[in-house]
């Protein structure tokens, strides 16, 4: 083991080593904006050490992982219960790692509850923390907006609204803009799309996204295919495509029309005239391309009704969040069901006020998550945070 600093409980460091820097991802999402802030840091500091949570994209850019996505992404009060054992065993591991493997710098992304308990330990062992997507902790448990607002170094936060809140607490927040406004922008054209994925171009789409967690397949699966084979039997041509995360196998509930699977949820929902969506960073992807939606979300009866107590705001799609109304209707729990659904979607496949307007608000909430580079924004922090501890990076 590093030889510890005394009284701090943090190694030594050995000279002019290269950094060493943990990122924590839980999530889908998380693992897709890690991989891309690996890449940018090793830009900065090439011979950096790159450890962390997340998946096969943070893998790809030279993270060692611990954990995989498979086991980290549990959501809900109760479906975590039966992973704890696990968590704690992870918990245990990740904080021997701060002092065994000399971290210098900690990035945990979003992922509330095991981040926050990161973050707290890294701060008593002095270790920087910039953390990255600050967990919606304001609309839940208040009192943890101020936990992570002293324990956190630097917060670096996507929502606009967030900055102000962090910083009421005594935070060092900063708004550096959305990661999903760096998305592809050179996606395949209507024709390429289609004939890839078996489709007809000539004929509307509407996007079925349930989710990519085992849990938000078994409750969003059948009542979102039901609901758009109600609309496809309404509107023949209407074509069903449904977004698979890469990696997840889909066993479709059987009937029709039949519901193609694709990977490619920013093209799908590119050529989509309009899409079903759980709660999530989809409802954001869905109004960056513009395309009219609902959002729909299920979860354990008691960790729903344990929500109901704690949760502090008016909304659950960051979408409406964003712009703080309701531009896209949302549909919780019971009022999940194929005919709710389908009647919520019917006019947004149409010319429709209902679609008029959408379009319009969609429009805003593009606007109001700010301007492309969030990832450098995020790299140059932690290299403000580095080069004050005494590391020099590639550009300096």
């Known amino acids: 083991m590093p030889k510890l600093d005394e009284g701090v409980g943090r190694p030594a460091r050995a000279g002019s080593r290269a950094p060493v820097i943990l990122l924590l991802a839980g999530e889908a999402s998380g693992d897709l904006h890690g991989a891309h802030l690996a890449r940018e840091l090793k830009v900065h500091y090439p011979e950096a050490r790159l450890l962390g949570l997340g998946g096969e994209r943070m893998a790809a850019e030279g993270v060692e992982l611990l954990a995989g996505l498979k086991d980290l992404a549990v959501m809900g009060f109760v479906e975590v219960l039966s992973r704890l054992p696990f968590f704690w065993r992870l918990e245990r591991k990740v904080r021997r790692l701060l002092t065994e493997e000399g971290v210098d710098l900690v990035i945990p992304i979003d992922y509330p509850g095991f981040n926050l308990r990161i973050t707290q330990r890294a701060d008593e062992l002095g270790i920087p923390v910039l953390y990255f997507i600050a967990p919606q902790v304001w609309a839940w448990k208040a009192r943890r907006t101020g936990t992570l607002a002293q324990a956190a170094s630097r917060i670096a936060v996507i929502l606009p609204f967030e900055e102000e809140i962090f910083r009421a607490e005594g935070g060092d927040a900063e708004f550096v803009g959305h ?23 000539t004929r509307p789409i509407l996007a079925i996204f349930p989710g990519s967690r085992a849990q938000e397949l078994r409750r969003h699966l059948k009542p979102f295919v039901a609901a758009g084979r109600r609309l496809a039997a309404q509107r023949p041509g209407l074509q069903l495509v449904l977004a698979r995360a890469s990696g997840v196998q889909v066993d479709l509930p059987a009937g029709d029309p039949p519901v193609t699977q694709v990977t490619d949820g920013q093209a799908l929902l590119r050529h989509s005239r309009a899409a079903l969506v759980k709660s999530g ?32 705001v008016d909304y659950v799609a960051l979408a409406n969040l964003v712009v703080g109304e309701g531009v896209v209707p949302e549909f919780l729990q019971d009022e999940v069901t194929p005919s709710t659904l389908a009647d919520a979607l019917a006019p947004l ?42 590391f020099s990076g590639a550009h300096a």
Do not use: K
């Open 281 to 312: 960073t989809s409802t954001l992807e869905a109004a960056l391309e513009g395309t009219p939606f609902i959002v729909a979300y299920r979860t354990h009866p008691l960790s729903y009704r344990i929500a109901q107590r704690l949760v502090q």
């Open 179 to 201: 990661p999903l406004l760096d998305r592809p922008l050179d996606l395949p054209d209507r024709n390429s799309f289609c004939r890839q994925a078996g489709l007809d171009a």
């Open 349 to 390: 496949l149409d010319e429709s006020e209902e679609r008029s307007h959408m379009l319009e608000d969609l429009d805003r909430v593009r606007h109001a998550l700010g301007e492309p580079g969030a990832i450098a924004r995020v790299a140059e922090i932690a290299r403000e945070i580095l080069d004050g501890e005494g």
